[in-house]
């Protein structure tokens, strides 16, 4: 996910341009640059591949004095064209416009051959050439750089937020948004604009919140808004309560439950500029993600703790709903092992931090193995230049960008969960849900398993999400209420069926994680095949109840329980009727959920049981002991 930092002010805006770029480095990344106007209204332009500190190096190497008060920032992640210096933001038009776009330009082939008929050519392989040009071509009929971008944009389908600035109007920074989100920092003689508050909390707490539709014109004195009709609106002024220096808890007593609650906004983040009204778009996990995706046969990934349990959890979806073959295995066994690895796999690591040892060394482990069939097909046929056929890309889901997955991988996919300071994983595993329901629909209508109402239905569920974990949410104090039977037991069991089973089982590592009570998982199905036999009135079992093809047999399973003096806590969807028993602790947790919302929605009342349980018993929520944020050694 792209970044935008843009300012006009009083002073030279480029050590503010390169520190809000800095703060915006978690939303991924692979190239970055600057465009200003100088103090003869020319705009000057650098731009570079990798780390803002390459971006800064080069700033500071120009041979002419590189300052302005009034320019333009971007970090890019490459979707259109691959990442190199001339995709890389802001885009120039003859000199006269330059412009920094997140988002996508769902139109931009055909104003791309509109425009080259009309004679302006093209440097990148980008879809924000033509958002340049276009603003260009309608600076000659306005009287403002504010007219030629509120025309500009009318023809644009798609998604964007954008920074445009223009040697005709060298006090005029012009900000619109549509579908991708952009702020105002208001400042004393200055103005900024940014994709979110982060970037620009040092110089302001002041901040306005772009609406849909909204353009923006800014300059030194003054901040003027236009609706999506061309009506001057006013916006409020909103003062943010975070701190420059550091994260702050705010309302929340710990991390954990701060993040908990984050999961809303972090689930909109990673939808962000990835979805469609209608599809899921492809190239979010990479330029050419399409094409590899056309030569795979099956999917094995690799994990570790919570984000193996999401894996557990996609092996469902790839199967069931495309008919994928998937594969999922602990890390650190499957490095110590000899894996039978067949051709055409899509090998999918995942990590929070893109740092866990084990995931990484498996990675790595395949890599070597393509390189050693290389080389021994070379030997084979007496030529260095023999190729096997075996085809293994990689690619990984990660919150963490330039960790050493991402850099070790084919593709990349950033879960935009934020800094998650928890021990605990919670935002960053309800983010990698989002992240594999976007891949399973992504090779599932490359390779042709899923028909156009397909994904029309999976992405109008997770365009509803963000509301069905808000409503989950709301059950805290239910919940709280809960949490009291476990005051005194030191043991809990967790039952699920289909993809609840996962869910199930990252409701008991959360629980043993912070509580420090033993708990363990299990399909509700094997019941009868051993843990059954643990079951008496010290024991609390949670079961997850959503309204699907296995309730029936489910309402079966706890009836085995009841009947041998277990206490029963179920999460269920409003439809389920588990309730209907008395002997049961309910919390009807949500309802109107499909196959992919419901695990991520009911893992929602599990984290916070696990954190209601962790605080009855007095341990360290967010730095439970023996456990470290990130398992970088064995």
Not at 122 to 127: L, N, Q, R
């Amino acid at each position: 996910m792209c970044g935008i930092v843009c300012g006009v002010a009083e002073r030279n805006i480029v050590p503010i341009l390169l520190e809000g770029l800095k703060r915006l480095e978690y939303r991924g990344y692979d190239s970055s640059g600057i465009a200003l106007l100088d103090s003869q209204g020319h705009i000057q332009r650098v731009r570079s591949l990798g780390k803002i500190i390459n971006l800064e190096k080069k700033v500071q190497s120009q041979t002419t004095e590189f300052n302005g008060s009034i320019g333009i920032a971007h970090t890019r992640w490459a979707t259109h064209g691959v990442p190199a210096k001339n995709n890389a933001h802001p885009h120039i038009c003859n000199n006269q416009v330059a412009v920094v776009h997140n988002g996508i330009i769902e139109n931009y082939q055909s104003l791309k051959s509109q425009q080259l008929t009309e004679g302006y050519l093209f440097t990148s392989e980008t879809d924000t050439e033509v958002v340049a040009h276009g603003i260009h071509q309608q600076l000659e009929n306005s009287s403002t750089l504010l007219q030629a971008v509120q025309k500009a944009v009318a023809l644009f389908d798609g998604a964007y937020a954008l920074g445009v600035i223009s040697s005709d109007f060298p006090e005029t920074l012009i900000a619109a948004r549509k579908g991708s989100p952009l702020v105002i920092g208001v400042g004393i003689g200055e103005h900024f604009i940014a994709s979110d508050v982060s970037a620009l909390l040092p110089v302001t707490q002041n901040f306005i919140f772009l609406e849909e539709g909204d353009v923006a014109e800014l300059s030194r004195e003054s901040v003027k808004i236009y609706n999506a009709n061309g009506d001057l609106v006013k916006r409020p002024i909103k003062q943010s309560q975070l701190s420059a220096n550091a994260v702050d808890l705010g309302e929340h007593r710990h991390y954990m439950h701060k993040e908990i609650f984050e999961q809303p906004q972090a689930v909109i983040d990673t939808l962000e500029a990835r979805i469609t009204k209608d599809s899921v778009l492809t190239s979010a996990f990479g330029h050419n993600a399409e094409a590899i995706f056309k030569t795979i046969q099956q999917i094995q990934i690799i994990a570790c703790g919570t984000s193996y349990h999401s894996g557990l959890v996609a092996k469902y979806w790839f199967e069931d709903i495309i008919g994928l073959p998937c594969q999922v295995e602990v890390a650190s066994e499957y490095r110590y092992r000899n894996p039978v690895i067949q051709n055409n796999t899509l090998f999918v690591t995942i990590s929070q931090s893109g740092e866990t040892a084990d995931t990484l060394a498996a990675l790595q482990q395949i890599k070597n193995y393509c390189h050693c069939e290389e080389q021994s097909a070379a030997a084979i046929h007496g030529n260095q230049k023999a190729r096997t056929t075996l085809n293994i890309p990689t690619l990984t889901i990660c919150n963490v960008p330039e960790s050493s997955l991402t850099r070790e991988s084919d593709l990349t996919f950033l879960t935009h969960a934020g800094p998650e300071i928890g021990v605990a994983s919670t935002k960053a595993f309800t983010t990698q849900l989002v992240a594999l329901s976007l891949l399973l629909t992504s090779v599932g209508k490359t390779l042709g398993l899923m028909d156009k109402e397909q994904e029309q239905k999976i992405v109008h569920g997770l365009i509803k999400l963000p509301g069905l974990v808000t409503s989950a949410l709301e059950h805290e104090n239910e919940i709280k209420e809960i949490a009291n039977t476990f005051a005194d037991k030191n043991n809990a069991l967790f039952l699920g069926r289909g993809t609840m089973y996962p869910i199930a089982l990252e409701g008991a590592l959360k629980l043993k994680e912070i509580s420090y009570i033993h708990a363990e998982a299990y399909p509700a199905g094997e019941l009868k095949h051993g843990p059954l036999a643990l079951i008496d009135e010290l024991m609390p079992v949670v079961a997850i109840a959503p309204k699907d093809d296995l309730l029936e047999k489910l309402k079966s399973n706890l009836q085995e329980v009841k009947a041998r003096g277990g206490q029963m806590i179920v999460f269920e969807d409003e439809e389920s009727d588990v309730s209907s028993d008395k002997d049961f602790k309910v919390v009807k947790t949500t309802s109107n959920v499909g196959r992919i919302t419901a695990p991520i929605t009911f893992n929602i009342p599990l984290q916070l049981l696990s954190y209601h349980v962790a605080l009855i018993k007095g341990t360290d929520v967010d730095q439970p002991r023996n456990l470290a944020k990130s398992v970088t050694v064995e």
